[in-house]
């Protein structure tokens, strides 16, 4: 008889337990594997997350960075001529704000060094500490435009007079024409000091190496200084030869620029100033002015150098008065204010304008004062002193009264 627990079929039931037991050694076996890739998963997921490092015998050719592999001198020279052709400061800035293996090199001295006047124009309402700092890294780089733009911020803006001549001075040393003429218009005003500070003979032969390099302003000054006889002896002739080659300077200067094309050269020997009305003047008082109107010619505005734009700027955000009692040169783009009351001289015509110098005076006169100045008989200086003078017209130019 057959019994419940199966006793009776032996061979049934090793059979089974033989089954059995290969089922829970599988399903062990399976369980194993799957928690191995589990395992796995998570470890590939946890390491996944760091940034692996390739090795350069691992890395493939389409990961290879071909600017590490630029050497830096020739990285320097990239970067030098990009910093004497920049038309503006962000043209270098956003290069250097790249990555810092440019930022580096850019900032070498042999990268500022050669940077342009336009590189280093800043702005007036961008001016800070950080400006600061850059352009007396370029001065110490050896940027003579950088010592001639900072010299000029320092002496006339910031009032550290001793700081900004001995910049000028290092910018002079190293022929640079604009701090040339610039020492030559401290010396004829005495600025920074008192009256018995000028000394013209300097100013005249600072003039004369400037216009030696050919800077036009210089070229004019010094004819004027020779006409008057103002700090050296007065050839009238020899004046003149400096004024005539002062204009020629100008017209090719004119003539070789981007300006050029601009305006036809035909209108350039056809214009004439007393045939033109009072509307068209001011049309031209914004795209050129007759600075060679001696010689029957109208020639675009010169742009003025980064180092006066930013005086005009400076002192036009401060309401255009540099301080008590003291006046801003009246060309637009001079920019050079008074250090002490009654530096600059004005037109003893009318008496409302202030220059510098004869050269900013020939070119305002030129420019806007000759359609605007009214003699008068008399007038009151600030101080409340009548003074009188000649009124008169030289040659086309106003006479000025020195009342420093």
Same mark, same amino acid.
């Given at each position: 008889?057959?019994?419940?627990?199966?006793?009776?079929?032996?061979?049934?039931?090793?059979?089974?337990?033989t +089954?059995?037991?290969?089922f829970?050694?599988?399903?062990?076996?399976?369980?194993?594997?799957?928690?191995?890739?589990?395992?796995?998963?998570?470890?590939?997921?946890?390491?996944s997350?760091?940034?692996?490092k390739?090795?350069p015998?691992?890395?493939?050719?389409?990961?290879?960075?071909?600017?590490d592999?630029? /050497?830096d001198?020739?990285i320097?020279?990239?970067l030098?001529?990009?910093?004497?052709?920049a038309a503006?400061?962000? +043209?270098?800035?956003?290069?250097l704000?790249?990555c810092?293996?440019?930022?580096?090199?850019?900032?070498?001295?042999?990268?500022?060094?050669?940077?342009?006047?336009?590189?280093?124009?800043?702005r007036?309402?961008?001016?800070?500490?950080?400006a %600061?700092?850059f352009?007396?890294?370029?001065?110490?780089?050896?940027n003579?435009?950088?010592?001639?733009?900072l010299?000029?911020i320092?002496?006339?803006?910031? /009032?550290?007079?001793?700081?900004?001549a001995?910049l000028?001075?290092k910018?002079a040393i190293?022929s640079h024409?604009p701090?040339?003429?610039?020492l030559?218009v401290?010396q004829?005003n005495?600025s920074?000091?008192?009256?018995?500070?000028?000394d013209?003979r300097a100013?005249?032969a600072l003039?004369a190496?400037?216009?030696?390099?050919? %800077?036009?302003?210089?070229?004019?000054?010094l004819? %004027?200084?020779?006409q +008057?006889g103002?700090?050296v002896?007065?050839?009238?002739?020899?004046?003149?030869?400096f004024?005539?080659?002062a204009?020629?300077?100008?017209l090719?200067?004119v003539?070789?620029?981007?300006?050029?094309?601009?305006m036809p050269?035909?209108s350039?020997l056809?214009w004439n100033?007393?045939?033109?009305?009072?509307p068209?003047l001011?049309h031209?008082?914004v795209?050129?002015c007759?600075?060679?109107?001696?010689f029957?010619?109208?020639?675009?505005?010169?742009?003025a150098h980064?180092?006066?734009?930013?005086?005009?700027?400076w002192f036009?955000?401060r309401?255009g008065?540099p301080? @008590?009692g003291?006046?801003?040169?009246? %060309?637009?783009?001079?920019?050079? @204010?008074?250090t002490?009351r009654?530096?600059?001289?004005?037109?003893?015509v009318?008496?409302?304008v202030?220059y510098c110098?004869?050269a900013c005076?020939?070119?305002?006169w030129?420019?806007?004062?000759?359609?605007?100045?009214t003699?008068?008989?008399?007038?009151?200086?600030d101080e409340?002193?009548?003074?009188v003078e000649d009124?008169g017209e030289?040659?086309g130019d106003?006479?000025?009264? +020195?009342?420093?």
């Amino acid at each position: 008889m057959r019994t419940r627990g199966g006793l009776c079929y032996p061979r049934v039931v090793s059979t089974m337990c033989t +089954d059995e037991a290969a089922f829970v050694g599988k399903l062990r076996s399976d369980f194993k594997v799957v928690a191995k890739r589990n395992n796995d998963l998570d470890i590939d997921s946890t390491v996944s997350r760091k940034r692996r490092k390739k090795s350069p015998e691992n890395s493939s050719a389409s990961d290879h960075c071909f600017f590490d592999s630029l /050497h830096d001198d020739l990285i320097l020279v990239i970067l030098s001529k990009l910093s004497s052709s920049a038309a503006c400061p962000s +043209d270098f800035i956003n290069v250097l704000i790249t990555c810092k293996r440019l930022n580096g090199l850019g900032l070498s001295s042999s990268v500022l060094s050669k940077a342009s006047p336009k590189a280093l124009a800043v702005r007036a309402k961008n001016w800070c500490e950080s400006a %600061h700092h850059f352009l007396k890294r370029c001065v110490d780089a050896g940027n003579v435009e950088a010592c001639y733009t900072l010299g000029m911020i320092r002496f006339y803006c910031l /009032h550290n007079r001793g700081s900004g001549a001995s910049l000028l001075a290092k910018a002079a040393i190293n022929s640079h024409a604009p701090a040339l003429y610039s020492l030559a218009v401290i010396q004829f005003n005495g600025s920074g000091g008192t009256k018995n500070d000028k000394d013209l003979r300097a100013g005249v032969a600072l003039c004369a190496r400037a216009a030696f390099l050919g %800077h036009i302003d210089a070229l004019r000054e010094l004819g %004027h200084c020779l006409q +008057d006889g103002y700090g050296v002896r007065q050839n009238i002739i020899e004046g003149r030869r400096f004024l005539i080659q002062a204009n020629a300077r100008e017209l090719a200067a004119v003539l070789s620029s981007s300006a050029a094309p601009g305006m036809p050269t035909r209108s350039w020997l056809t214009w004439n100033l007393r045939q033109v009305s009072q509307p068209q003047l001011r049309h031209l008082a914004v795209s050129g002015c007759p600075l060679l109107s001696d010689f029957g010619c109208n020639v675009p505005v010169p742009e003025a150098h980064p180092a006066n734009r930013f005086l005009t700027e400076w002192f036009a955000a401060r309401g255009g008065f540099p301080g @008590p009692g003291l006046r801003l040169c009246s %060309h637009v783009g001079c920019g050079r @204010p008074e250090t002490r009351r009654h530096e600059f001289r004005r037109c003893s015509v009318c008496g409302t304008v202030n220059y510098c110098s004869r050269a900013c005076q020939a070119l305002d006169w030129k420019f806007r004062h000759k359609v605007e100045c009214t003699p008068v008989e008399r007038w009151v200086d600030d101080e409340g002193e009548e003074a009188v003078e000649d009124a008169g017209e030289v040659d086309g130019d106003v006479e000025m009264a +020195d009342n420093s």
